[in-house]
């Protein structure tokens, strides 16, 4: 199976897709190869439609609540800009207080009352769990957009959609992992994801800090070659795309173990001399040091558009969710 | 007088209706019965536009000021998505600092500077008079959602409205309200309005937290037929609404009294097997176990609806108040 | 050289105009004489756009960031009041958390993560200098909305505009400042851009709270008239435009000094007295006293007016800076 070409046009006559119309957007284990190939097609498409003139009336008197539990300006920005730009609107919910007696309304009533106003939403909860809960209670879609130690698949399909229009395809690429990969959501979700895909991925970390067992056995079954190192040199030549993502002081009991880890996972310009002519550096970002700032220039630097893509595969995936029958 | 039958229709030119173009919305008692049928005809349109397909463009280029001194998401979101299903948008301001010296400006000055950039007001305000005086203040027009001890007339209207289209009429009706009568301004505000219809009113409550006289006195005077008592049981199978509002642990000095009363006005399955098969259950929201959970899949369980409607009242008096002359 | 006449009409083809297109505006002194009457001959547009029905579709599918590092809520509502009227749409970000460790992006990435999202960045940050280093980062249009001791520029051009429309011209009139000149950044900005015009300036003050030589000398090497006093009586009888500013307690190490100047300084029924019959009292707003309410109602106090001229200043600026080639 293949990626489809880069001018690979899907009519939007597609947008009433049942896989996707009326549906909530949970968790990564929800898409297909195929699914994600449809997300990438509406995605590019709606690249297009910001680079033309800013926007579209495509979801024109719609309005998205998004929800947030707990503040996530990068997230929540993404969906408000999505959203108006395909010519609808937002209600903002910030700081919910839920712990409250006084307010302590329940997630499901607070998740009824907005759907009854609006036409989807967005939801970001600390608790792992919670978009699911929103979903069994409301009767229109629910996005998660980041449940505690649960899932945020739109930031792994927006990963994904980078690595594709970066790269041109998925497959045959060697995607290495660096960082945090015990505690980061970001790299379980977008390892589990490029397992419906033909590549190798390379983890590194300190030893504290490894991908958890449970997701490499679960790529693995998908017949994904994997390897796992502290040596980012080891690997760096091979790399087609190097995900970086923060390693947390919190994490370490041992300060002094910390400082060694820390520096020598900086991504800086004698990183870059090392990879790849062509391949890319991506990051969820925010990033406090781990990678510098005078990388931002090199071309491989990928992190901005990846914010970027991300505006677009939100744009589809409201297209998708609210598109008209 | 009777009420509009259902497929009622009022055409858009009466938006410009002078009883509404311009003016205030400060107060319940400014409602006439004949204007609360006006309302309920073009929130009922509003419904329509909804459900077909989302928006209009009734309000295009104008912009609402979400003026809150106090938080309350669920009338503010109300407000938001009305504005914004008309075309039109919104400036949401939420914690005005007022007390602090240095941001010390008055009511007065914040509205006559928010009226410079919008169409219209929206105040949530603690003080009880505060709409008034921005109103004193302002040219153009101050909706009231909430003032304190006040009025928060959108919520009476959207309370009559539920019951007007879930029940095909007020008239007629057996309107029992539980809980809290003594505190909640909402069923204060709801039994004056109630008073412009032919109903009977059940006020059931604990003894401390009866109904106050000076409300049961203006509505006997509108020759309406009231009961107070403290035994829902007694009322409840000639109830045509069942109105429920939560009951403070706050009010109460002794606990062990509102451990008992709390009890025995929570409304659930047993409660209604008793109630008569036609008839609604509502509740300003949010409720914390003063329904049960096992309530919500009944049909006559209006409470979410009610946010609903809510929705196409707040739409009607933004249609009614900035309509085009 | 003279202002245009009131009537003069800039056709919106010109909005492409090179001057300001896809430029940021960042300090005063990017501003010519020429590039002013530009501005204020949009504004004026800008304030039929909205007489005549509210809003207009100019930059429909355009999305706004509001970057605000510390709150203002005066600025913030009228830029998105502005946007707004535009028919694009806002990204609202407040209370950035950019001091913490966890949080601790820099404004760069913030500022790149922002217009990956969105067409333009209005910053407000308490840092002098953080709107340069924004615009450094971005490759969008940066507007500064206030950089701590730094500038705010749509502010002061609000204040010309005001004074153009208000009294049909800048050339030939006498504008006093009265209060705090010492740390307003308001009054130093309006004198800068007045030096720009043929007027003479008073500036009344406490001796404390005097305007900064630098200022003095800048508007003076211009060629402008100046003179400084602590008694606006001296000069309220030629004064075409007061100026009003507040004085604040914390500049005052001497309590008792504060509260013999605080009086002597306020603008209340009796200076409008001995004010000429056509002239016009502004302020920043808010106002905490230093004008007396009973002033108003007069028809010489402009400053609700002000706030006005500034919606329209703020969509102006926005147009030219948005404004298709």
Chains 1, 2, 3 share one sequence.
Not at 33 to 55: C, K, P, W, Y
Not at 172 to 177: D, F, S
Not at 185 to 207: D, E, Q, W
């Amino acid at each position: 199976m293949t990626t489809p070409p880069a001018d690979a046009h899907l009519p939007f006559a597609d947008k009433s897709d049942p896989r996707f119309f009326g549906k909530d957007i949970l968790s990564i284990s929800q898409f297909s190869r195929n699914d994600l190939e449809t997300v990438f097609a509406v995605a590019r498409e709606m690249s297009q439609i910001v680079e033309h003139g800013g926007g579209s009336e495509l979801l024109k008197g719609r309005v998205l609540t998004n929800l947030f539990y707990e503040p996530s300006t990068r997230t929540s920005s993404s969906f408000v800009a999505a959203i108006e730009r395909l010519g609808g609107s937002v209600i903002q919910i910030n700081n919910v207080t839920y712990s409250s007696v006084s307010k302590g309304e329940s997630l499901g009533d607070t998740v009824r009352t907005m759907e009854s106003y609006t036409d989807a939403i967005v939801l970001r909860h600390p608790e792992m769990g919670s978009a699911a809960e929103a979903a069994i209670a409301a009767t229109k879609p629910i996005i998660n957009a980041g449940d505690g130690a649960g899932e945020h698949p739109t930031q792994a399909l927006l990963d994904a959609y980078t690595i594709y229009e970066e790269m041109g395809a998925i497959d045959g690429l060697t995607v290495t992992m660096l960082g945090d990969l015990k505690y980061g959501r970001t790299v379980h979700s977008l390892a589990r994801l490029l397992a419906l895909f033909n590549v190798k991925i390379n983890y590194v970390s300190p030893a504290i800090l490894r991908m958890p067992l449970e997701f490499v056995s679960e790529v693995e079954s998908a017949g994904i070659e994997q390897v796992v190192t502290s040596d980012l040199k080891a690997v760096l030549e091979d790399t087609d795309v190097l995900y970086v993502t923060r390693i947390q002081k919190e994490r370490f009991d041992d300060q002094v173990e910390y400082e060694m880890v820390k520096d020598s996972y900086v991504v800086d310009a004698d990183t870059m001399r090392c990879a790849k002519e062509r391949m890319i550096v991506m990051h969820p970002l925010p990033r406090i040091g781990e990678i510098a700032t005078e990388v931002d220039q090199d071309p491989r630097a990928a992190y901005f558009r990846q914010m970027e893509y991300g505006l677009y595969v939100r744009m589809a995936l409201l297209a998708l969710v609210l598109g008209k029958a």
